[in-house]
């Protein structure tokens, strides 16, 4: 979920595993592992949206390096497969 919205679903193993949505990836990366160590975690750049004053098409178009201008218009697509959905135009994996 990102700013009030389910940006994917799926089995927990499979989103956990390959997840679809650029958000759902980067707060993945963010979590550290333990037997690692000490280590730098991933940073998600630049700060989440007010949700009253949401932008028109993705929230996280802002932060997203995958972002075009279609992101920031419009609805954004809704993919689904094989009993996942992703809320992306350019999903980091492709529903199968």
Do not use: W
Not at 62 to 70: I, N, P
């Amino acid at each position: 979920m990102y700013a009030g919205k389910i940006v994917e679903t799926g089995p927990t193993d499979v989103v956990l595993d390959s997840p679809a949505h650029p958000y759902t990836k980067k707060l993945i990366a963010c979590v550290p592992e333990l037997g690692r160590g000490k280590g730098a975690l991933e940073a998600i750049p630049g700060l989440p949206p007010v949700v009253d004053k949401l932008p028109p098409g993705c929230a996280f178009a802002a932060r997203c390096s995958k972002a075009a201008d279609t992101c920031q218009q419009g609805e954004v697509s809704r993919n689904e497969a094989s009993g996942r959905m992703v809320l992306c135009h350019y999903p980091e994996e492709k529903l199968v």
